[in-house]
């Protein structure tokens, strides 16, 4: 069965950065969008990019341009979302979500909460 | 970019229909999908454009779509229905974007 699952929560100071990931298991990993969307608290979905697995493309949401990255590692099967310059408003759950042809995310991963706190 | 907007909430008592709707000016050349999500849990994708829903959705959940706008309706609503719905739509092969969902009571 698909699985998307995510490293844990982390702390974070402001101004330091944080590495979430995402390893896919049960399909084909390189053959589908992994996109990152975050939730902050008592808040809605926010898209926040994606990368192609198989290409290393990548594409960010104009907010998160300069300050998040997004790569992956083929051989682990596993996306990396890490987000720089954290500040108290970068508190919040993100997930991975795995892209079908463009159209919808059909699994997410459990959720990675990271708390930026002095 | 575009927007998404929906309205913030609903409510309806239980075995009665709700439709949720999502506006933009996206849908009106791709498809919106749709998200339940309960509180503390990863969202749920519950259908994709004119009512293509996924297995394991009950079939009391349906889609449609006209011009600019989608809808989720909900016929027969349960108390396990009871959760935020967000839509979801792009614009352009690169950019997605999310409503601001709503929040769904069972009375």
């Known amino acids: 069965q698909v699985q998307l699952l995510q490293s844990g929560a982390e702390v974070k100071k402001p101004g330091a950065s944080v590495k979430v990931s995402c390893k896919g298991s049960?399909?084909?990993?390189?053959?589908?969008?992994i996109h990152w969307v975050r939730q902050a608290p008592g808040q809605g979905l926010e898209w926040m990019g994606w990368?192609?697995?198989?290409?290393?493309?990548?594409y960010y949401a104009q907010r998160f341009q300069g300050r998040v990255t997004m790569t992956r590692d083929t051989s682990i099967n596993t996306a990396y979302m890490e987000l720089s310059s954290l500040t108290s408003d970068d508190t919040a759950v993100y997930y991975c979500?795995?892209?079908?042809?463009?159209?919808?995310?059909?699994?997410w991963g459990q959720g990675t909460l990271v708390t930026v706190s002095s | 970019s575009s927007e998404l907007t929906q309205d913030p909430a609903v409510s309806v008592a239980l075995g009665q229909t709700v439709r949720i709707t999502c506006q933009g000016d996206?849908?009106?050349?791709?498809?919106a999908s749709w998200y339940q999500q309960k509180p503390g849990q990863a969202p749920v994708f519950v259908m994709y454009?004119?009512?293509n829903r996924p297995s394991g959705i009950p079939d009391r959940f349906s889609g449609s779509s006209s011009g600019n706008t989608a809808s989720l309706t909900i016929t027969g609503a349960q108390a396990e229905d009871e959760a935020e719905y967000y839509c979801?739509?792009?614009?352009?092969?690169?950019?997605?974007?999310f409503g601001p969902g709503t929040k769904v009571t069972v009375l």
């Open positions: 454009g004119k009512n």
């Open positions: 996206s849908l009106r050349s791709y498809y």
């Open positions: 979500a795995r892209e079908f042809r463009g159209d919808y995310f059909d699994y």
């Open positions: 049960g399909y084909s990993f390189p053959g589908y969008f």
């Open positions: 990368i192609n697995p198989n290409s290393g493309g990548t």
């Open positions: 979801k739509s792009r614009d352009s092969s690169n950019y997605r974007v």
